[in-house]
C-alpha cells in the first residue's frame, strides 16, 4: 500500500509542472488524496468490509469529487489531473503509470438493463499500463485499451484501442499507427496529443477525393476549349487587293 502511495506521489511530481513539492502535493492534490482513500478501502473491500469502504470512498468523492470504486483495480503511478467528475467504475482495472484528466468515466454500456445478471459480470474497462485519457473522454463496457494507447479529449470509446494507438472522436477512431512492444512510446504526453500525428483516415480520404475531382474539373475544362476551338469555323482570308497601274504621262 506505502509503496504505491509512493509512487502515486512521485507521479504527480514527474507529470505536474504546477507540483511545487511533495508537501504540497500530499495536501492540495485531489488525486492523491483519493488515492490515499482508495489503497485503504480497496483493502477493506477485499477483507470483505464493503460497507466501511464504500463510505471511505463516498467521502473521499465529497472531498475531492473522483468518485473510484473500491473494488476496482489500480496500479501505482496513478494520476488524475485536476480531477473533478471522474467516475471509475467497480470493475474497471487500471495498469501501472496511467494519467487521467478530468470528467473522464470508465463506465458501462447498460448500468439500468437487468442489473441483477450484470453484477458478477466485467462490465467496465481494462486500460493497460502508461495509458493516456484526455478530458471528458467516455470509455465505456468490457473494453481493453492496450498499453502506450492514448485517448483524446471528449471521445467515447466503445470498442478496443490497440497498443500505442491514439484515438480520437465520437465514436473514437483511431488516429496514428500502432507500433511493436518493444517500440511503444512510455513517455508522457499530456492530453492524448502527439505532434506529428497522422491525419485522419477519414480526411486523408475526403482531401483525395477533393484533389481528384479538382484534377478531372481542370481536365474537363481543358478538353471543352479544345472542342470550341475545333468546331469554330475558320475566318476566310481576305484577298490582297488589286491596285490600277497609274497612266504613264
Known amino acids: 500500500m506505502f509503496a504505491n502511495l509512493r509512487r502515486d506521489l512521485n507521479a504527480i511530481m514527474e507529470r505536474d509542472p504546477a507540483a511545487s513539492n511533495r508537501l504540497a502535493a500530499v495536501f492540495l492534490y485531489p488525486s492523491f488524496q483519493v488515492m490515499l482513500a482508495y489503497r485503504l478501502s480497496h483493502i477493506l473491500w477485499r477483507m470483505r468490509l464493503r460497507f466501511i469502504a464504500r463510505l471511505i470512498m463516498q467521502i473521499a468523492r465529497l472531498l475531492t469529487g473522483i468518485e473510484i470504486h473500491p473494488a476496482a483495480k489500480i496500479g501505482p503511478g496513478f494520476f488524475v489531473d485536476h480531477g473533478m467528475g471522474t467516475v471509475i467504475g467497480e470493475t474497471a482495472e487500471i495498469g501501472r503509470d496511467v494519467t487521467l484528466y478530468h470528467d473522464v468515466t470508465l463506465g458501462g454500456v447498460m448500468p439500468a438493463v437487468d442489473s441483477d445478471k450484470q ?119 481576305k484577298a490582297p487587293r488589286k491596285t490600277k497601274p497609274k497612266p504613264v504621262s
Open 119 to 237: 453484477r458478477a459480470a466485467k462490465r467496465h474497462p481494462t486500460l493497460g499500463d502508461y495509458v493516456i485519457v484526455g478530458a471528458g473522454a467516455q470509455i465505456l463496457g468490457p473494453i481493453t485499451v492496450h498499453r502506450c494507447a492514448r485517448v483524446g479529449g471528449n471521445s467515447v470509446v466503445t470498442k478496443d484501442v490497440p497498443e500505442a494507438a491514439t484515438v480520437v472522436g465520437v465514436p473514437a477512431r483511431q488516429m496514428s499507427k500502432t507500433t511493436t512492444k518493444a517500440e511503444a512510446d512510455t513517455s508522457f504526453m499530456a492530453y492524448g496529443v502527439q505532434s506529428g500525428i497522422d491525419l485522419d483516415p477519414r480526411e486523408r480520404t475526403i482531401r483525395a477525393l477533393v484533389d481528384e475531382v479538382q484534377s478531372q474539373r481542370a481536365r474537363l475544362s481543358d478538353l471543352e476549349d479544345r472542342l470550341a476551338s475545333a468546331a469554330a469555323p475558320a475566318t476566310p482570308k
